[in-house]
């Protein structure tokens, strides 16, 4: 019943700046933790970022603290992830995730990719 769908992904730089969004469907978004989670060439799907129901607290993998901050409005059915400081190593397809006891939702995925 719950879609999601991400979208921001771009090329980058060393240093930019980036936020992506996650929309989602239905009228029990707030009922949802969310979390944000990335796959890169050749390597297995990572953690990224989480934040939980009510959005008032959150954490972060180590790679991603200090630099990543994830926040949600649920009002807005939105969740997003604002990315500064990016790195070659944060190029990666992010996903978005929603979850909750017996239930598990991922969106299509968004491309944040390094120019050249």
């Known amino acids: 019943q719950v879609q999601l769908v991400e979208s921001g992904g771009g090329l980058v730089q060393a240093g930019d700046s980036l936020k992506l969004s996650c929309a989602a469907s239905g009228r029990t978004f707030n009922t949802y933790a969310m979390g944000w989670f990335r796959q890169a060439p050749g390597k297995e799907r990572e953690f990224v970022c989480a934040?939980?129901?009510?959005?008032?607290?959150?954490y972060c993998s180590d790679s991603a603290k200090g630099r990543f901050t994830i926040s949600r409005d649920n009002a807005k059915n939105m969740m997003y992830l604002q990315m500064d400081s990016l790195k070659p190593e944060d190029t990666a397809v992010y996903y978005c995730?929603?979850?909750?006891?017996?239930?598990?939702?991922w969106g299509q995925g968004t491309q944040v990719t390094f120019s050249s």
């Open positions: 995730n929603g979850y909750r006891r017996g239930e598990e939702y």
């Open positions: 934040i939980i129901k009510s959005g008032s607290s959150s």
